[in-house]
């Protein structure tokens, strides 16, 4: 499925297509525009066009202004649509439970972790900018629900960046432990679980959605995978180390990235 910023790159395109304008120059052209400007609009992997360029295009092309206005807020808001459903359960959960054996999941990352693992796709500046924004406005629901994380040990000795960041991950993950409504495990090297996959639980009255991680985030409120997620989380909890123990181990990570510096 493409995610907003991806599907305004398209109506643009097949505005401009539909309209007669056949390259690129020839719509800049009759908007009095820099030729870049229209390939910027309709590369995904750049910023949303300003609104005085969106309405330009309406107006050269007939495509409907709201059409194009609807999905540049979309696409500015950093969230695509097909991980819409579980940032709104996410948002609304009374308790959320995070396992990865990968990497640090996005709702305990710390910025410059955010920026370091989004950096691998070639995003233009404001569109990376746009992306971790979006990903630190879901800490907000940490005010909301509790929390419970397992990390494998593995996440915390894979280098995200640099050092540095690592050493700064460690010192937020740590920071987020003391609090009473976060709980923060790790799993011992060797213990094996869970190694199938991540995964992510937003539960509120009863009802859950499931984050599975693949190619792209895949959530869902099927009964059936909810009851197998909630299986394979109490296994993988239950060969995690204590709290005490998992935050000796995380600032143990912290100071041997330090070292690393």
């Known amino acids: 499925m493409l995610t907003p910023r991806e599907q305004l790159a ?3 395109k097949q505005a401009r297509i539909d309209a007669g304008y056949g390259t690129h120059g020839a719509l800049a052209k009759k908007l009095n525009l820099s030729r870049p400007v229209i390939t910027r609009a309709e ?13 330009a295009w309406a107006g050269a092309t007939g495509i409907g202004l709201d059409t194009l206005t609807d999905l540049a807020e979309r696409a500015k808001s950093g969230t695509p649509d097909w991980f819409v459903p579980y940032v709104v359960a996410e948002r609304n959960a009374a308790t959320l439970r995070c396992w990865s054996h990968v990497l640090v999941p996005g709702l305990v990352q710390c910025e410059a972790y955010a920026r370091a693992v989004l950096s691998v796709e070639r995003y233009a500046p404001e569109r990376l900018d746009e992306l971790v ?3 630190m406005e879901r ?3 940490l005010d909301r629900a509790s929390l419970t994380v397992i990390l494998d040990a593995h996440v915390l000795q894979r280098c995200i960046g640099s050092p540095a ?13 003391e609090r009473p409504d976060i709980a923060l495990h790790t799993v011992p090297e060797g213990a094996n679980v869970g190694l199938y996959g991540s995964f992510s639980i937003a539960a509120q009255d009863g009802n859950m959605t499931i984050l599975m991680e693949t190619l ?4 869902t409120t099927a009964p059936g995978v909810c009851e197998l997620a909630v299986r394979q989380w109490e296994r993988i909890l239950g ?10 181990f995380v600032q143990t990570q912290e100071e041997s990235w330090k070292a690393q510096i």
């Not at 792209?216 to 959530?219: I, K, L, R, S, T």
């Not at 060969?239 to 000796?248: F, H, K, Q, V, W």
């Open 10 to 12: 398209e109506t643009l």
């Open 43 to 55: 590369n995904p992997s750049h910023p949303v066009p300003s609104d005085a360029v969106l309405a």
């Open 133 to 135: 924004r979006a990903r």
């Open 139 to 141: 800490q907000q629901a």
């Open 165 to 177: 960041i690592m050493a700064e991950q460690c010192a937020y993950l740590a920071s987020l432990a």
């Open 216 to 219: 792209q985030d895949v959530p």
């Open 239 to 248: 060969a995690a180390r204590n709290l005490d123990d998992s935050l000796s």
